[in-house]
């Protein structure tokens, strides 16, 4: 699974997302492309501890869940998310894509090792989990809006 600190794989997302048009048409799901930027910009600053998020009790004990959110891969459309992480509204398509190639530099520059702050579904997380979680998050909802 690669990561964001894997350098070629930010660098395939920082050109995706640089490819990405305000007008792209979602393949699957609810969000509006302003909507999913401001959705995974969200998760990214939860994962660098700059934007809290309640835990949520999961049916699965934590060392599974993790290993399913990780490993597996995920349906497309009507997928579980934190309430905090719903988009309402709309937002600045272009803000929010310079915040999100912002994001995806400082997050790689984050050091991998140790741990790094919580996540409210999978729980405590070291810095290589978010890494992989990040990058498969970025990864899924850019390929929601076809690039």
Known sequence: MPKIHDPAFAESLKSRVSTLRQDAPRQWGKMSVDQMLWHVNSGLENALGRFPMARIKMALPGGLMKFVVLNLP????????????????????????????????????????????????????????????????????????GV
């Open 74 to 145: 995920w349906r497309k459309g009507n997928t579980p998310t934190a309430p905090e992480l719903v988009a309402q509204g709309t937002h600045d398509f272009d803000a929010e894509r310079r915040r999100l190639l912002r994001l995806l530099d400082e997050f790689a520059a984050k050091p991998i090792e140790g741990r790094w702050g919580d996540s409210a579904f999978l729980g405590p997380m070291k810095g290589s989990n978010w890494s992989r979680l990040m990058a498969k998050h970025v990864d899924y909802h850019l390929k929601q809006f």
